[in-house]
């Protein structure tokens, strides 16, 4: 019966993506639902625990786990689970909403939300085996990966750490210009601290075992479904392996788990899978502050000056759209050497061109001697090369000329560091900002004594470093690469942009709490503290292990989150939509 159900749903699901599609179905956000269609929602899923759905979805999520993780099918993947999870919920319940959690309005404290309340999905586990005891999952007895109860263990005891805020979804998606850069900056970035803050069964592979799975992962899906709708022309199309490792990648692709589905019958689910996302306001909210903080940065600019926006580009997209936010350089372009030629002002067209960049590089190549201010240069070269313009040969040649760079001043600091107190503060300079990692490994062998390599003479020495640090596999190498991907996803010197804002006024703050449909507070009489985006905190190495991610690439994109943080709560009267949302809550009956 099992194996007839399995086969009558996955027909269902490709039958619905090869067809046509001329009323797609709205998935809300769940506390937009009404009282009766959130019961109507929960008993349908309680079912699908009775008729052993639920544990077909989640056998098949761990049986496919190497493969949907880590790899450029995860946002793919995922869209089609949860449009599978939502045609079980129809057979049981035809027409029975499929809602989404967006938990970045409960960014600020997530255990505040109402979800976990009794009228939603129930909140922590108790006891030993940390089991979950109210709500509709209450004394839930589960079979994959083996029996035992719903649980459910928040990761700092009786609350949750902080989740990425609204702001900082809309500038990933303003600044990711391929689905790869998206995809990843999702998987390494904002989707893991929603499973580890839950924690219990939703840190395992067998994570479908709880409702919230999917809530959280329609809310993922969203995110994929309003950058596509950024760039509708195009981008419902896109599907690359950009920041992953893989091999390349086809639209024809299978998708792991799903014999008859192809990655391409996922791509518009407006056709093939049928549906689209209400809006909970935090993006719409997130933009309109952005726009604020644009105008500002516009009029620093000087009179009848837009503000100057570049994001990291790509090859297939080249241009910068105007109100992002992002980072202006104040200065020109700079080689480890000297100053860039000139290449006219920064325009929506491109920071530089990459002729230009090229020819610069070129000019720099080979003058390896470290210093403080060489180390500077090359950080902001390393910026300017990010968002390089113009045609595909002069893009790889400039990129190319800075990895020689990069590693010609990598090598010349190592090997400078041999000697006792010599070159350490050359790498921090350098590799601070960039990456604590390598800066560590550096630190390390300026502290080494010779004495600890009995046998092996200094050229031994040198000879190991330069085949396992700085050959083409070696840890340098992979790095550089991480770095490179991690501009691609979230804008560079956000944060010290955002530091230059001069204050958002009374008529933008109230516009947000319109967007959210919430009432208004007095915030003077909200502790300063309160007012403050929290701190997403970094997510244990197990966890990029288990899920094949980049741990580097995860921890540069948290330092990059740490900055923009710190940027939006040094411009005064700043308020978050999470933070806004959290405060309704909190003080919205007191003020």
Request: hydrophobic fraction near 35%; charged fraction near 20%.
């Amino acid at each position: 019966m099992a194996k007839y159900t399995l086969l009558l749903t996955m027909l269902g699901i490709a039958a619905l993506a090869s067809g046509q599609c001329t009323n797609p179905v709205n998935r809300p956000e769940i506390r937009s639902m009404s009282p009766q269609d959130r019961s109507r929602f929960f008993a349908a899923v309680d079912k699908l625990r009775h008729n052993g759905e639920l544990d077909r979805l989640s056998k098949l999520h761990v049986d496919n786990a190497d493969t949907i993780h880590g790899h450029p099918v995860f946002l793919a993947f995922h869209r089609v689970f949860v449009s599978d999870f939502a045609a079980a919920l129809n057979k049981v319940d035809p027409g029975v909403p499929v809602p989404y959690w967006d938990w970045s309005l409960d960014a600020t404290n997530p255990a505040a939300s109402e979800l976990f309340t009794s009228d939603y999905l129930g909140g922590n586990g108790v006891g030993k085996d940390n089991c979950v005891a109210d709500g509709p999952c209450a004394d839930w007895k589960m079979d994959i990966d083996s029996p035992h109860c719903l649980a459910r263990k928040f990761n700092q005891g009786d609350s949750i750490a902080p989740f990425w805020p609204p702001e900082a979804l809309f500038s990933m998606q303003k600044t990711c210009n391929q689905y790869g850069a998206l995809s990843s900056g999702i998987e390494n970035g904002c989707h893991g601290a929603v499973h580890l803050g839950i924690s219990g069964d939703m840190s395992t592979m067998f994570a479908p075992n709880d409702p919230f799975f999917f809530l959280h992962h329609g809310m993922v899906d969203k995110l994929w479904y309003d950058w596509q709708l950024m760039e509708p022309d195009t981008r419902f199309s896109l599907y690359d392996n950009v920041n992953y490792n893989d091999p390349p990648v086809s639209p024809d692709d299978t998708i792991p788990g799903y014999p008859n589905m192809r990655v391409k019958d996922s791509l518009d689910p407006r056709n093939g899978l049928c549906y689209t996302y209400g809006s909970s306001g935090s993006n719409e909210a997130a933009k309109r502050l952005m726009q604020e903080v644009d105008r500002q940065s516009g009029m620093k600019n000087g009179p009848g000056k837009s503000p100057t926006v570049p994001s990291p580009q790509s090859a297939s997209a080249m241009s910068t759209p105007a109100d992002a936010a992002g980072l202006a350089p104040s200065a020109g372009p700079t080689s480890p050497v000297g100053p860039m030629p000139p290449v006219g002002p920064m325009s929506t067209a491109g920071p530089m061109s990459s002729a230009a960049a090229s020819s610069a590089l070129n000019t720099a190549a080979g003058n390896n001697m470290p210093s403080a201010d060489s180390a500077a240069k090359l950080d902001e070269l390393t910026s300017q090369v990010s968002r390089l313009s113009g045609n595909s040969n002069d893009k790889a040649s400039a990129s190319a000329a800075l990895h020689d760079q990069q590693v010609n001043f990598l090598q010349s600091v190592l090997l400078n560091s041999m000697t006792p107190n010599h070159g350490l503060d050359i790498a921090s300079a350098f590799l601070n900002r960039q990456n604590r990692f390598l800066k560590r490994q550096l630190n390390a062998l300026v502290r080494r004594e010779q004495a600890e390599t009995p046998g092996l003479a200094l050229d031994d020495i040198l000879s190991g470093l330069a085949s396992g640090l700085l050959g083409k596999d070696g840890v340098v190498g992979h790095l550089l690469q991480g770095l490179g991907h991690v501009v691609e996803v979230l804008p560079q010197g956000l944060g010290e942009t955002l530091k230059a804002v001069g204050g958002i006024a009374e008529d933008v703050t109230n516009d947000v709490f319109k967007i959210l449909n919430l009432p208004k507070i007095d915030l003077a009489k909200v502790p300063e503290e309160e007012r403050h985006i929290p701190y997403v905190t970094t997510l244990p190495e197990w966890w990029y292990k288990n899920n094949n991610l980049n741990a580097t690439y995860a921890q540069q994109l948290h330092s990059q989150i740490h900055d923009m943080i710190d940027g939006y709560n040094s411009i005064p009267g700043y308020i978050s939509p999470a933070t806004a949302h959290y405060l309704a809550k909190k003080y919205g009956n007191h003020s």
